[in-house]
């Protein structure tokens, strides 16, 4: 079983539709959690960081359950620049566990 | 700032042949780590370094061996190359212990034939 194990879509939306992301990790000591970006043959960047409280960050929505030991990630309102591949990290003692990553076409 | 550099972008190796990829950060940060990036496998954690003089081995370490001797600089060094060695390298920093965000470097295409 993998660590951190993500749909690989890939999800294609139209302009203007809510997509969530579903992400679950195997290490109930994880310390960290985020998401990343990956567009097409480019390093990953960091999109935001995940807390139990929940964070949001203009149509960007990161809930983490610890107790399922689940993360999700939900965007609202797609525009065509949010395609690209979506990577769940976690962190355990600085050993950054990543997910296959969920692909995402956002179409006119 | 250059921000993570990493040379070559582009590699071809023959089985056997050994050589280093280079990485650099001028960020003064902490951390560095080397992934490795396969189709339908996520980014892999090969090896890590906390600091200068000190380095640890990921999830994928066999066939690969850092060193740290300045806080900018962190190469990888592929041994004798295998032809499952083939990927895409990063190269990754993050400020230290407790900051969140890893900075990563444009990457290096290796084919091993």
């Known amino acids: 079983r993998k660590e951190v194990e993500q749909d690989p879509g890939p999800f294609n939306v139209p302009e203007g539709a809510t997509v969530a992301f579903n992400c679950t990790y195997s290490?109930?000591?994880?310390?960290?959690f985020f998401w990343y970006r990956q567009d097409c043959r480019k390093e990953p960047k960091l999109l935001m960081s995940?807390?139990?409280s929940g964070n949001e960050d203009g149509r960007f929505t990161a809930q983490l359950n610890r107790a399922s030991q689940y993360i999700s990630l939900l965007i609202r309102d797609s525009k065509l620049s949010d395609s690209a591949t979506y990577l769940c990290?976690?962190?355990?003692?600085?050993?950054?566990?990543f997910g296959a990553g969920t692909r995402l076409t956002v179409k006119p | 700032n250059a921000g993570v550099t990493q040379t070559p972008k582009f590699q071809v190796l023959k089985t056997g042949q050994s050589m280093t990829l280079q990485c650099a950060q001028d960020?003064?940060?902490?951390?560095m780590s080397w992934y490795r990036q396969d189709p339908g496998m996520g980014l892999r954690l090969i090896h890590y370094?906390?600091?200068?003089?000190?380095?640890d081995q990921g999830e994928v370490p066999n066939g690969y061996n850092v060193s740290r001797s300045t806080t900018e600089d962190f190469p990888l060094r592929l041994l004798s190359a295998a032809p499952s060695q083939t990927s895409v390298y990063f190269c990754?920093?993050?400020?230290?212990?407790?900051?969140?965000?890893?900075?990563f470097g444009p990457g290096t295409r290796l084919t091993v034939t």
């Open positions: 960020m003064n940060h902490e951390y």
């Open positions: 990290v976690v962190n355990f003692n600085n050993d950054m566990r």
């Open positions: 990754a920093s993050r400020e230290g212990p407790g900051s969140d965000e890893q900075y």
């Open positions: 290490n109930s000591a994880s310390q960290s």
């Open positions: 995940v807390y139990s």
């Open positions: 370094s906390v600091g200068a003089g000190i380095t």
